[in-house]
T-cell receptor, first 116, second 112 residues
Framework: GAVVSQHPSWVICKSGTSVKIECRSLDFQATTMFWYRQFPKQSLMLMATSNEGSKATYEQGVEKDKFLINHASLTLSTLTVTSAHPEDSSFYICSATSGLQNQPQHFGDGTRLSIL | DAKTTQPPSMDCAEGRAANLPCNHS???????VYWYRQIHSQGPQYIIH???NNETNEMASLIITEDRKSSTLILPHATLRDTAVYYCIVRVVKTSYDKVIFGPGTSLSVIP
């Protein structure tokens, strides 16, 4: 079945640094990719939607200058958390879809980000 | 906001069928019903989806009411590994628009 790879799976870094998370669709072309954030014991919260070759659409309350999203190809999207602070610590999950309504989104295994 | 409502938690005995309900009373004609599950600290896993007809695959069955305002996910023989949070989602894909919002889901505990 379709596979989405997310890297890294776990990262710890100091406050003030920037962290890049990669999301790759391994066996299909992802016209649309989504980025979610999940806090403990809560559901997934959609941060932004990105279409290949165009700017990401951010959900209300998500700072676009803080969370930089690039979707440069049909198989790769990146999320960069700039100048990360402890409150940015969370579980970040990407998903990808071919853009057809009858085809599901496929999710990566998530990235556990801890900012010290 | 999520367009679905689910019970927050359910228990099921191992080996029995788990029936997870979902209400989506405002669903529109071109929206699909999708089910995912999330095991602790992993990304969500796709289970099944449907539009109008009932669907079955190797993981589960999906029963959609005739008016499409509700659906039930059935895990025919629940195992301990089926313990997870199950999310019911409605989704429409239009040109330049595709958004999937997760509600709180149902936390299913399969009990030995």
């Amino acid at each position: 079945g379709a596979v989405v790879s997310q890297h890294p799976s776990w990262v710890i870094c100091k406050s003030g640094t920037s962290v890049k998370i990669e999301c790759r669709s391994l066996d299909f072309q992802a016209t649309t990719m989504f980025w979610y954030r999940q806090f403990p014991k809560q559901s997934l919260m959609l941060m932004a939607t990105s279409n290949e070759g165009s700017k990401a659409t951010y959900e209300q309350g998500v700072e676009k200058d803080k969370f930089l999203i690039n979707h440069a190809s049909l198989t790769l999207s990146t999320l960069t958390v700039t100048s990360a602070h402890p409150e940015d610590s969370s579980f970040y999950i990407c998903s990808a879809t071919s853009g057809l309504q009858n085809q599901p989104q496929h999710f990566g295994d998530g990235t556990r980000l801890s900012i010290l | 906001d999520a367009k679905t409502t689910q019970p927050p938690s359910m228990d099921c005995a191992e080996g029995r069928a788990a029936n997870l309900p979902c209400n989506h009373s405002t669903i529109s004609g071109n929206e699909y019903v999708y089910w995912y599950r999330q095991i602790h600290s992993q990304g969500p896993q796709y289970i099944i989806h449907g539009l109008k007809n009932n669907e079955t695959n190797e993981m589960a069955s999906l029963i959609i009411t005739e008016d499409r305002k509700s659906s039930t996910l059935i895990l025919p023989h629940a195992t301990l590994r089926d313990t997870a949070v199950y999310y019911c989602i409605v989704r429409v894909v239009k040109t330049s628009y595709d958004k999937v919002i997760f509600g709180p889901g149902t936390s299913l505990s399969v009990i030995p």
